[in-house]
């Protein structure tokens, strides 16, 4: 054991087994060859705020090798391994947007990934990017357009980081065409829960690579990766279509899914009330003349309810006004409530870019640094139309819910099996994206209130798993047995690619998969 690492052990095992109150003298105090500083408020909090775990230090490693020292030490069998097995958790932290603590860490080190180089390089004549795994998608995106080139797939929200939603799965309306980000990663570096810097592929450590793309931040610490890019089109035509009918609004996603040479992206909402149609239309930039009557019953006694369908087409201009064909064509074969469809043209840049604007927006009205209790399930597509009605009995019961429900619907063969992410078995190979999406404002939705909610969120996803097969997105888990039921015959595949990787249970604390107990310790320390 190199002298080094001994002298980290020991000053580890001494930070951890100190009382957790101010035993870091300075931010500056360095341990060994790793500094260990103390924890920010931000460490403990992500965009859910409904967790706040305190971990005793964060790390902003300049390196991979810095997490490779810190791993490699915490996972080292030998003396003093029951203490730093019982204390020394580590939860890597992008930008922090989780839902459920999911990047905390109690007691333990929080790994600023941030941190970490965020070089954007396009390489290879342009055929894919090497980038920094704290890296934001949107630093991906403006390093990339100088170059003309883009990734091909991506989620909604850009302001997430590289390693964080390559832990998840990364979807949004291009996952259709492309698949979720997980499908599109070529080479990762990753820092295993052992210490071991790897650089894996699909040919390389093969079984590394799917392991930690929708891994949950189990097995390793994704350091860099390396994806695939295409010609980013200068503009886009962004459509949006209107109907009083699920059945009418589904059918035609499944048209436009069914169509990958002329449409890009596809995705849509529910639109409950005013105010959802209001707040969908921040980033929208063309006036929409649609005035639903959501007073009249919609039958069963219930309100009427309409849905959105969205849209684009990449307009690369190569012809005049090719992209206007195409959604002339298209829009042709849809059955929306006409003359409701509206079309614009806006930058590639700023499609992507949209939810900045619905995110300012919720910040100007105090509803960014609240609680989230968020929804996101996967349904089959058998399952779509009931769980629709089991939210609409439940969730969103309310005239006056407020928040965004997206609905679109994926292709479950976009996404590799090999990987850890889990998606539903869907029989016709098509499955729906559920997310209700909701800020709680403080005054009106307190503690009791926001539990309310979050309890009631757990019973309908229980219901939607038991009964139509569906799957969670993003979601803590409430034990291991659940985490069982949510993997399900991928489970013992998880569990032995945990027993590889970081088999002392150190990565990751904050999913509550592999919860530390006195009997792991001391399992542990007899290694
Ligand atoms: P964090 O919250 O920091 O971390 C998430 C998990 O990944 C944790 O378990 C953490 O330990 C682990 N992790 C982080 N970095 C690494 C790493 N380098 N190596 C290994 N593990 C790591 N998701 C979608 O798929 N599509 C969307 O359209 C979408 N939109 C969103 C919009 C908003 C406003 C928000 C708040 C979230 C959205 N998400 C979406 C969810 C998002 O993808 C996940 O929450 C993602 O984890 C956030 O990335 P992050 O960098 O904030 O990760």
Known sequence: MALKAVYLYAAIVALLLCSSANFIQSPSDVFGPVALLEPTPSAARDFGAVVSEAPVAVMRPGSAADIARLL?????????????????????????????????????????????????????????????????????????????????????????????????????????????????????EVVTGTGEVVTCSPTRSPELFFAVLGGLGQFGIITRARIPLQV??????????????????????ELLVSMPELVDYVEGFMVLNEHSLLSSSVAFPVEVNFAPDFGSDGGGGGKKVYYCLEFAVHDFRQQDSAADHVVELVSGKLSFLRPHAYSVEVAYFDFLNRVRMEEESLRSRGLWDVPHPWLNVFVPRHGAARFKDLLMDTVITRGDFEGAVLVYPLLTDRWDGNTSAVVPAAPDGVAYVFSVLRSTDPARCGGACVDGILEEHRRVADEACRRLGAKQYLTRQRSRAHWRDHFGAGWDRFVARKARFDPMHVLGPGQGIFPRTDSTAASLSSM
């Open 72 to 188: 490699g030490a915490l996972s080292s069998a030998g003396p003093g391994s029951r203490a730093r097995a019982a204390a020394a958790a580590v939860a890597a932290r992008g930008a922090g947007h989780s839902l459920h603590g999911q990047a905390q860490a109690r007691g333990g080190i929080v790994v600023e990934t941030r941190a970490l180089p965020r070089a954007v390089q396009v390489a290879d004549g342009g055929a894919y990017a090497d980038v920094g795994a704290g890296a934001l998608w949107v630093e991906v995106l403006e390093e990339c357009l100088r170059a003309g080139l883009a990734p091909r797939s991506w989620t909604d929200y850009l302001y997430l980081t590289v390693g964080g939603t390559l832990s998840n799965g990364g979807i949004s309306g291009q996952a259709f065409k492309h698949g979720p980000q997980i499908s599109n990663v070529l080479e990762l």
């Open 232 to 253: 980013a089109p200068p503009k886009v035509r962004w459509v949006r279509a209107f109907y009083d009918s699920f059945e009418s609004f589904t059918r035609d996603q």
